[in-house]
């Protein structure tokens, strides 16, 4: 697979994440709905399908309260595609690297969140002078969110192309990788399960 069909996921990651911070809230930022888009841009809409499935099972475990970032979801469901789409890795590491792909995309949300704080002085001035913009805080925001995204899923995507390229045997990885994913549809049918029972308790 060349570059293109990856640098459009990319695309398609950054303009997700739009719905992911409450543009339109159309439910198609989760990570079931997200991979079947990403699979149907790198021709791999099964697989992408299964991964979607069970990062929405993985992930429906955290919650987002107060100042705790939960993992990515669009993040990982594309840089899992990608993963495996590109030739780099079998699915089992592929889901892996998808599930880290995510977690780590925290600490960019963390700075963007940061940066964003600098700008309430700013914005308390132009209240007080009679000239809120608030479309431009708000048009700013967006785009840097989605702008992060698209840049951070194009890094990993360049990543498995030079993987590819260059014959990166993951080794005695892989085969565990295979081993644990094989009980992943458990896993999060178990977190289901008890989040659900958690609920019906209170």
Known sequence: MDF?????TAAAAGLLQLDNVQVLQSMVSRPLFASLVFGA?????AEAAKMGLLIELIYSEYMP???TLPPNGIAASAVGVMAFSSGAMAPGPAF?????AGHFYSGAEFRLRTLRSGWNAGIDKALSAGRPAFGRWIGTSLAMESAAVFVYV?????LMLTMRTAGVDLGPLAR?????????????????YF???TQTLK
């Open 176 to 192: 565990p990788a295979e081993f644990a994913y094989g009980f992943m549809p458990w896993l999060g049918l178990s977190a289901l």
């Open 41 to 45: 841009i790198c021709g791999c809409p």
């Open 65 to 67: 309260m107060g100042g």
């Open 96 to 100: 892996f690297a998808g599930l880290a």
């Open 195 to 197: 989040r659900f029972r």
């Open 154 to 158: 194009a890094l990993f995507a360049a």
């Open 4 to 8: 293109l069909p990856l640098l459009a």
